[in-house]
């Protein structure tokens, strides 16, 4: 049977002499695994079309087992991705992760529209770390977590100051502050910031400029969560915070003034 399928290319790697296998996270049928034979020679037409991070459409043969890429069209080559080296860590930590997270064979179109509009704006030159956040906290009821933010997550009070317990998975209003020794307390800002990350689709938030130690914080949050109570760390996440420990040795660009 063919198929004609939107996808992003998450993952390729070598098969053979000459093959790839290539996993797609398609617009119509969720997270898929195919067979690119030729696609390591040059010259081959689906050479291009599987690098990571191409968004096309793929003609795909499924019959039993493994299907295989017959043809396929790039609609953006995601340009700047792949020729800035912290815009290609951040992609990578974010297909990873949601390779990690999700099924095979199981349509995913708001998986799919996240990272869809999460690549693009890493391409289109927003903060790469900044949308990383956003796919980070967006995932976690796809590893088996949702925190309460919503309230606080002992007595359901929804005014006062907050703080962040990994012990009750959410906010602690400060009247519950005594239950768990090792919270992190937040600034008003950074409830709001939490929230909208995990609320709110990243296509409706536009340009959300963060401060350093902002992220800093929010990235300890939230990879603490996905390692100590799922389990998870993914491999691109070394190289990532090797890069964001060392920015001296990467070009550096202009950014916008930051604010919360």
Not at 1 to 22: F, S
Request: include cysteine; glycine fraction near 6%; charge should be neutral.
């Amino acid at each position: 049977m063919q198929n004609q399928l939107e996808g992003i290319v998450i993952r390729a790697r070598p098969y053979g002499e000459t093959n790839k296998i290539v996993t797609l996270f398609t617009r119509e049928a969720g997270k898929i695994t195919c067979m690119a034979k030729g696609a390591k020679k040059p010259a081959s037409r689906l050479a291009a079309i599987t690098q990571p991070f191409t968004h096309g459409t793929f003609s795909i043969y499924k019959g039993k087992g493994m299907g295989t890429i017959q043809h396929g069209d790039p609609l953006e080559s995601l340009r700047h991705i792949r020729e800035d080296i912290m815009a290609t860590a951040h992609a990578s930590y974010i297909t990873e992760l949601i390779d990690r997270l999700t099924e095979q064979d199981e349509p995913q179109p708001v998986v799919y529209e996240m990272l869809y509009q999460a690549l693009h704006a890493i391409d289109e030159g927003y903060d790469p770390e900044a949308i990383t956040l956003f796919v980070e906290w967006k995932m976690l009821p796809y590893a088996g977590l949702t925190p309460t933010l919503h309230q606080c997550a002992n007595c359901g009070a929804t005014e006062g100051e907050f703080a962040f317990s990994f012990q009750e998975l959410g906010f602690l209003c400060h009247r519950c502050f005594d239950i768990d020794r090792y919270i992190i307390r937040l600034s008003p800002a950074l409830v709001k910031v939490i929230r909208t990350l995990f609320f709110v689709p990243i296509e409706r938030v536009g340009s959300l400029k963060l401060k350093k130690e902002s992220k800093t914080l929010l990235k300890q949050i939230v990879r603490t969560i996905y390692e100590e109570q799922a389990g998870i760390r993914l491999k691109s996440r070394g190289f990532l915070e090797q890069i964001e420990r060392t920015p001296e040795f990467f070009p550096k660009k202009e950014n916008p003034p930051e604010d919360e």
